[in-house]
């Protein structure tokens, strides 16, 4: 068994769609990136790489590589389970937190689970979603920006 953890980050701004765990969310705000910057699904991604020890997301899918500019990240989750699974390894259980100051995301979560259980090619009951504030604090509490966390557990095949 191997355990893996991933963390992203992305700054709030103006004229951008929000989207997490490749469902949009209705905001006045959305994620800044290079792809969709879909924060959460970037943490699963780098959970399921470093398990795997096969890197991470900025090592695959560069932010100075055109191709990936707009991308999809439920697309690029597909596409990592795919070399997690070349790599000799089958996903047990992803656990994953949202770290956002608005808007409120549990009537989201049940869509976020689905969506990610979907692109990692497992049932929804081993998909966790968990969503918390900066309560008013740091770079997340000022409505600056949003981040995740990811752990999975990945066994052998």
Not at 140 to 155: I, P, Q, Y
Request: proline share 3%; hydrophobic share 45%; with cysteine.
């Amino acid at each position: 068994m191997r355990i893996g953890h991933g963390y992203d980050v992305h700054r709030l701004v103006s004229g951008r769609p929000l989207i997490l765990g490749g469902v949009g969310v209705p905001s006045d705000v959305g994620l800044d990136g290079h792809s969709d910057a879909d924060v959460l699904t970037h943490a699963v991604i780098d959970a399921l790489l470093g398990a795997a020890a096969l890197g991470d997301i900025g090592a695959l899918f560069p932010d100075t590589d055109a191709e990936w500019a707009g991308a999809d990240s439920l697309d690029l989750l597909r596409r990592v389970v795919e070399r997690v699974g070349r790599a000799g390894w089958d996903i047990g259980n992803v656990d994953a937190t949202v770290v956002l100051q608005r808007p409120k995301l549990r009537p989201h979560v049940d869509a976020m689970r689905a969506a990610l259980a979907g692109a990692l090619g497992v049932d929804v009951g081993r998909v966790s979603v968990k969503a918390t504030t900066g309560e008013g604090m740091g770079f997340v509490g000022t409505g600056e920006g949003a981040a995740a966390h990811a752990v999975c557990l990945l066994t052998a095949h």
